[in-house]
């Protein structure tokens, strides 16, 4: 619901997109005060002449004792484009996970509705400049302001060449030949079309009729004639260049028609987010099982706001999602889906498209700043009634919401890392239900142990569904140990036991798709001498370097940098230097080398960098144009590939000796997840784990698709050491070129809370990446009690001392960041 305009106003709490620990008052001017709303961007000035568009967050009559306030300039909206929900929201975030009204902000927003000032230098208008010597570059930006009379100081920058830029300025303004001007720029700009019409004189029948019998003996435009009222009748306009497309024609054949006054050429604003229709129309029929689940969730729904649905692996979880959702819609309402990353999202949508057609949007990183500004309009006027996309779309500002799915909602990618706000997606998104008094429903195949402990303290509601969609058996687990590899080594296999070979063999034999997971990618994850011991590192950060066989280089993974192979150690000067384990692309190597008949491709971040990269990958696969798919943890998210029966993983020891708290936990989600992708048509579907150490539970648990005792295991094992659920963890991190500043930081920030009762501190200790781009990281851990006091009372002492700490003499360049419930 938007606000009315009130009178009588005199000043507005403004945030800005700047990291400023508050709010700031501007004065509202009596001509803008019966315009002004919150919610709306205004123009206000900062530091002398630097112009901000900020978010009206609050009208008062209050004035501020410690400064004398600014006006505000102007108004930028004729109607809110964030909603007070929205801003309750963006205040929530920020006081929870410890982030200024700005960090928010500039996560929330799209990118073109954030406005900061541009430098513009205006003609003067004068009439001797003929008569100035000018340089050749000066005189070249004076052409150019003469045609366009202003130019922006990044115009100017292109036309002359940033070396010159300062020279030809100053010649500009000593000649007295420009002002200087600052004033914000819109970055959004609409896309802008040539759109074919049809005359007037042609609308009616008869008229067209004749039409038609004239142009019997031009083939072409007859074709380009029928081809247009096809097209208009179908979606209302017609591009120009569709049009030619449609029947592979030229601009020299549609000539014609426009010189006849036939058709008609307007350039006008067309929407970035073309709607494809679905080919298909989505029904749903459900299983005994899943009508059951449903039902509960329904019931659930009656006294809880959040309901966790636990199915297993292929039992058709997105089903009972699509009545949800269909269900919100029909009551008027809009829904979210929410998903922990963008991969999944392109298989996800092409279903849902069946079911929501153009009421659904989809949201994420990866579009345009543009389009995001598009998505954004649709949502804010109700268009969109769905939108599906990763966490970034809680940020929408949705009218009235209804429900939210959380979709594979133990994912640790829903927690944000960089930058601030350091937000976790799942958690939000239950705030921002309550909001709207709307629902949530989060589902996995292995709930999170925090959604399964808040199910046992009856705060959500519980619904399973523990068989795979009509019937489906769950895959076999076999566990294979690791030193069988011994067998093979001589003929230079050391990655896929004889075992796995044969599987792969037989399901190959069989036309099948076989998986294999490694969640390392590269070529080698490190070199190391046998002589010496010698690791290389990287100079800036405190990480071994990873062999990539694509670049024939080192790198990082860290801060991304690459050096030349090395042939010989650094240390001892050996030549004696050796891979030690492996990532995706070693094993790439060795499955075509093994099977070099079979189609093999790989699934890592570095295979699918581009935009349509993971899409292409996955539309082969499901075509059956790759045999053997080898990838990271990307293959784990939620993917259905019909046609896979087998699935191998093969160092499981490494998921299992991580020092990490939840390794267990993690552990055990990405192996059963993973298994998940094999036998999902058929129920023939075999995994084979490879590992060196079969009796660990976790390896048990994954083999008997056991959860309940996983769980039951864990958090025992959280309550004995005071791990969440049962405490909160906040993570001080404090970074800077300096190590010992750094130290001195993050003591400082410890000892602002030691005295503090109740509170558990661990720390400053070097950060398990103890340098990363050349900076020393040191961490403060703390454990607090599930008491909402307490939390408050240690965030804000922890916000006073980095502020303290922030303005000593040297210390403005140390980094001290907040990470709220750390995953």
């Known amino acids: 619901m938007i606000s009315s305009p009130v009178s009588n106003f005199r000043f507005a709490e403004v945030i800005l997109p700047l990291n400023l620990p508050q709010t700031l008052t501007y004065g509202v001017p009596i001509e803008l ?34 400064y004398s306030v600014k006006p505000i300039r102007n108004i930028l909206d004729q109607a809110p484009i964030v909603n007070e929900k929205q801003l309750q929201f963006w205040d929530w975030v920020g006081q929870y996970y410890i982030a200024s009204p700005g960090e928010v902000m500039n996560a929330a927003l799209p990118a073109h509705l954030k406005l900061m000032s541009e430098t513009r230098i205006e003609w003067a208008d004068r009439t001797d400049y003929d008569s100035i010597p000018w340089s050749n570059e000066a005189f070249l930006a004076l052409q150019s302001l003469l045609l366009k009379k202003e130019m922006t100081i990044s115009e100017l920058r292109q036309t002359v060449g940033a070396a010159y830029l300062p020279k030809v300025l100053n010649e500009l303004i000593e000649n007295e030949c420009v002002y200087i001007n600052e004033g914000l720029e819109q970055s959004y700009s609409p896309r802008k079309e040539k759109v074919i019409c049809l005359a007037q004189n042609y609308t009616e029948e008869g008229a067209l009729h004749q039409l038609f019998d004239k142009l019997q003996k031009s083939p072409k435009q007859l074709s380009l004639l029928m081809a247009y009222l096809q097209m208009n009748k179908k979606q209302g306009y017609v591009l120009r260049n569709e049009l030619l497309d449609q029947i592979k024609a030229t601009a020299a054949q549609l000539k014609p028609l426009i010189d006849k006054g036939i058709f008609e050429v307007e350039l006008r604003d067309v929407d970035r987010l073309q709607y494809i229709p679905s080919e298909q129309t989505g029904s749903i029929v459900f299983t005994e099982a899943q009508q059951k689940s449903f039902d509960t969730i329904s019931s659930n729904f009656i006294e809880k706001g959040v309901c966790l649905l636990q199915g297993v692996t292929g039992s058709g979880k997105t089903l009972l999602y699509i009545q949800k959702i269909k269900d919100c819609i029909s009551s008027d309402k809009q829904a979210i889906f929410l998903l922990p990353e963008i991969a999944i999202t392109t298989q996800l949508v092409n279903r849902l498209r069946a079911y929501f057609g153009e009421e659904m949007g989809v949201y994420h990183s990866r579009f345009s700043h543009n389009e995001r500004v598009e998505i954004w309009e649709k949502v804010r006027r109700n268009t969109y009634k769905l939108v599906v996309g990763t966490r970034s779309a809680l940020w929408l500002p949705y009218n009235s919401l209804g429900i939210i799915i959380v979709d594979e909602e133990h994912d640790a990618s829903y927690k944000q890392q960089d930058p601030a706000p350091r937000f976790h997606a799942r958690d939000a998104a239950i705030y921002l239900a309550r909001l709207y008094q709307a629902k949530v429903l989060l589902g996995s195949a292995t709930p999170s ?11 959500y509601g519980f619904a399973l569904l523990n068989e795979r969609f009509q019937g489906v058996k769950m895959p076999k687990v076999q566990l294979i140990d690791a030193r069988s590899l011994d067998q093979v080594y001589k003929q230079g296999i050391r990655l896929l036991t004889p075992a796995l070979q044969e599987a792969m063999t037989m399901a190959l034999h069989n036309g099948k798709q076989v998986i294999l997971f490694q969640n390392k990618r590269g070529y080698s994850p490190f070199q190391i001498c046998r002589t010496c011991g010698w690791v290389p590192q990287c100079s800036n950060c405190s990480v071994a370097l990873t062999y990539h066989k694509s670049t024939d280089k080192l790198h990082c993974h860290y801060c991304g940098s690459k050096v030349r192979v090395l042939h010989h150690c650094l240390k001892c000067g050996s030549t004696d230097l050796v891979s030690k384990t492996f990532g995706t692309q070693k094993i790439e190597e060795e499955v075509q080398m093994l099977f070099p008949k079979a189609r093999v491709a790989r699934i890592d971040l570095d295979s699918t960098r581009g935009k349509q990269q993971f899409s292409q990958l996955l539309d082969k696969l499901n075509k059956q144009q790759i045999d053997v798919l080898v990838g990271t943890q990307m293959v784990v998210k939620g993917l259905d590939f019909p046609n896979v029966t087998l699935v191998g993983i093969l160092s499981a020891d490494s998921l299992l000796n991580y020092p990490d708290y939840r390794v267990n936990e993690r ?48 958090i025992h094992f959280r309550q004995q050491f005071d791990y969440p659920p049962f405490c909160r963890i906040i993570k001080i991190i404090c970074r800077h070129r300096n190590e010992q500043k750094a130290i001195e930081a993050a003591t400082e920030m410890a000892s602002a809370i030691a ?19 050349n900076q020393y990281v040191q961490e403060v851990w703390i454990k607090c009690p599930r008491d909402s006091q307490i939390l408050k009372q240690v965030k804000e002492s922890l916000r006073v001392q980095r502020m303290q700490s922030l303005g000593k003499k040297g210390f403005s360049g140390v980094q001290i960041i907040f990470d709220v419930d750390t995953v």
């Not at 205004?42 to 530091?47: D, I, M, P, R, W």
């Not at 992708?677 to 056991?706: C, F, I, K, S, T």
């Not at 005295?755 to 781009?773: D, K, L, S, W, Y």
């Open 449 to 459: 142990v925090e959604s399964l402990y808040n199910v046992q303290q009856h705060k």
């Open 755 to 773: 005295n503090m009762e109740g509170i558990t501190i661990q720390g400053p200790v070097p950060a398990g990446v103890a340098r990363v781009r």
């Open 667 to 714: 552990a055990f989600q990405l192996m059963s997840q993973v298994s998940g992708r094999a036998g999902r048509l058929d129920g023939e579907g075999q995994v084979m784990v490879q590992a060196y150490n079969l009796q660990h539970p976790v390896l048990q648990w994954v083999q008997q698709h056991d959860t309940r005792s996983f769980y039951l295991n864990e």
């Open 33 to 66: 005060q019966e315009k002004i709303v919150v919610g709306m961007r205004v123009e206000v000035a900062l530091k002398g002449n630097k112009f901000f568009a900020g978010i009206v967050q609050r009208l008062h009559n209050e004035s501020p004792d410690a």
